[in-house]
């Protein structure tokens, strides 16, 4: 999980287009860090999935903060990579940082939510629909601060607006492409590992022991 936010964080800076359709490289990576989310949410409830994203949040800030530092060392005379070309890299992360981190809590708080709401709805059926509709809607949160907060005033209104629908229906795509991974990983720790899954009525569930 950890892995997945600052790989789609640090890359975050790199656009690539296929068929016209223009995004962030980052789009790559963070929808699994989602599908993992939901995966905690299952089996460890509301607290686990909280702690699991304040745990991320802090991976986040210490991951910026080091980059910071490294970028306002001396370069070497000799160093492989000249100062312009890592400020290029990486100085982009101070621009998205704010936007990124604010994008990260909202959508998280908004997935494990809405996520336990479809739960209890359903009595716990239909993993599918909990699984796609938390990513659905929280991704809408986090497609929009992070886009906009990366382009405006780089780039014309309507290219933001275009990559951010993009962005998030390519996300959505992924989210139901990966469902299958969510039964999976539903079969080898319910069935095999013993863990069963919190109730669609507990409330506040922490984590077991």
Known sequence: FVTCLRVADIVAGKYFE????EMSVGTVAFPIAF???????????????????????????????????????????????PQPAFDAVFGLSARLFGASLMAY????VLDIYTFHVVKRLTASRHLWLRAIGSTALSQIIDTIFVNFGANVGLRPFGDIAS?????????LAVAVALTPLCYLAHEIITRRMGIQPVPHDARGAGIPT
Do not use: C, H
């Not at 509301?46 to 530092?69: C, D, K, P, W, Y």
């Open 35 to 81: 599908l993992l989310t939901d995966i905690v949410n299952e089996y460890y409830g509301q607290s686990g999935a909280r702690l699991m994203t304040a745990i991320g949040m802090s991976m986040l800030v210490i991951g910026f903060g080091i980059i910071t530092a490294a970028r306002f060392m001396p370069v070497a005379a000799l160093s492989p990579i």
């Open 18 to 21: 296929v068929w016209g359709i």
């Open 105 to 108: 809590l909202i959508s998280q």
């Open 163 to 171: 990559i951010t629908l993009d962005s998030y229906l390519y996300k």
